[in-house]
């Protein structure tokens, strides 16, 4: 990982994000870019990656920093997938909110995706057993 650079982020041009959400094809981000750049000011801790100035991935967070920390985006460049930016970014978040017990995420049912999860030590619900947890989720719009 020559050259990647992996640290917290507080103000990102919005060029640089809507290339980004685009380059993984969210255009539920894209196609209304305020929304964008306020969720991700709004959001509790975000951490980007970049290689040689370019912003090649991104992960944000929302939490109390007391009991829940709910990861909300994690997205790299696809020409710089499988290359151990993902993790980083995500050991960024898990690292900076290692005291909140709980930590919860949705993510899309794509091949990969629960085999990254779970080496991060993420689990889903359902293998929890039988009535242990439940998840609801609400899209509006």
Known sequence: MDDLTVEPATDIALDDLTDLYASVGWTAYTGAPDVLRAAVAGSSFVVVARRGG???????????DATICYLQDVLVRPDEQRTGVGRALLTA?????????????????EPGQRAFYESLGYAEIRDFGPGTLRAFVRFDG
Request: zero cysteines; a positive charge.
């Open 93 to 109: 978040v898990l690292d900076r909110y290692a005291a909140v017990r709980q930590k919860v995420l949705l993510t899309d049912d």
């Open 54 to 64: 370019r912003l090649v991935g991104l992960a944000r967070a929302l939490s109390d």
